[in-house]
């Protein structure tokens, strides 16, 4: 599937922007925010000093963050704005916020957005991987080829992570989409078919062979869309955001969606720290 992106490399904007991420031309644009991992610290005494115990813990939305450190929530809003300069938000009360998880969408999210893509083109899908991290090249960071059926053993998720040989083997012929990256690198990508209604289910990944190993869902799908290229996902690796490109309707419906954390944006909107033109620097509002 090298050549399935062919269609979005001719409408790929500038880099930084809504359209260097998700492409040009489409009727409408929305960038979904990915939630912040939160947890609440107890400072106790265990008689040799002063040491942290986990109290709680919960994903942020960047609504809530933002009231709480005085911020501004607009469509092109920052983490690095809402944060200190490591990421992280810490509150008097105890919690600790960040960092962001960029170019992964959660597949909770994901699968909240599944009934409103369904709507919309066709249920069949082409799924574009990010392969930096070397999920699928065999030799990465923990990937293995294992048997399926009976073999596989009765875990689930399985005891050690499964990429498919098909997978494996694409990425070896090279079958690669390349996009536009920062200062003239190239992002590859490796694109699999797939089903839509697929991503319904938060865990796909694991019966999908694609490297889900234990409680960690990722590699997350950079890229997705139909055939009829209708619309567009796209989580950029750098950014803390995913961008839904598609006609009116679906990004009215996203942005209405209670589940979703989502403003509407624009093809030529900046997505950079630069582009929160709202808030300075957490360090200035001190």
Same mark, same amino acid.
Request: aromatic share 10%; proline share 7%; charged share 25%.
């Given at each position: ?25 489409? &009727? ?16 106790? $005494? ?16 960047? +609504? ?6 005085? /911020?501004?929530?607009?469509? #092109? ?33 994901? /699968? ?37 059926? $009976?073999?596989?053993? %009765? ?9 498919? %040989? ?5 990425? /070896? ?9 920062? &200062?003239?690198? +190239?992002? &590859?990508? #490796? ?8 991503? /319904? ?18 590699? %997350? ?28 309707? #679906? ?7 209670? %589940?979703? &954390? ?25």
């Amino acid at each position: 599937m090298g050549a399935a992106g062919a269609w979005l490399r001719g409408r790929i904007g500038a880099w930084a922007t809504v359209g260097g991420v998700a492409g040009t031309g489409f &009727e409408a644009y929305a960038r979904v925010l990915h939630p912040v991992p939160g947890r609440r610290l107890s400072w106790d $005494d265990d008689g040799r000093g002063m040491v942290p115990r986990v109290v709680d813990e919960r994903e942020w939305a960047w +609504g809530e963050v933002a009231s709480a450190v005085g /911020a501004v929530m607009h469509p #092109l809003v920052q983490w690095r704005r809402l944060a200190d300069e490591n990421g992280f938000v810490r509150l008097d009360d105890g919690w600790e916020v960040g960092q962001t998880r960029d170019g992964w969408l959660d597949p909770v999210l994901w /699968a909240a957005l599944v009934p409103h893509l369904a709507r919309v083109g066709a249920p069949e899908v082409t799924l574009g991987f990010w392969i930096g991290r070397g999920d699928f090249d065999g030799g990465g960071r923990h990937v293995t080829v294992a048997l399926a059926g $009976d073999d596989a053993g %009765a875990g689930f998720p399985p005891a050690l992570p499964e990429v498919s %040989a098909d997978a494996l083997e694409a990425r /070896a012929r090279g079958e690669l989409l390349v996009l536009p990256g920062q &200062e003239g690198t +190239g992002r &590859e990508h #490796l694109m699999m078919a797939g089903a839509l209604a697929d991503l /319904a289910d938060p865990d796909w990944g694991y019966r999908a062979a694609i490297g889900w190993w234990g409680p960690f869902r990722d590699p %997350a799908p950079q890229l997705a869309w139909p055939a009829d290229h209708a619309w567009l996902v796209a989580s950029e690796i750098d950014w803390d955001s995913t961008i839904v490109a598609g006609s009116r309707a #679906l990004v009215d419906a996203v942005l209405a969606d209670p %589940a979703v &954390e989502a403003f509407e944006v624009g093809p030529d909107d900046d997505l950079s720290w630069d582009g929160d033109t709202v808030n300075p620097p957490r360090a200035e509002r001190s």
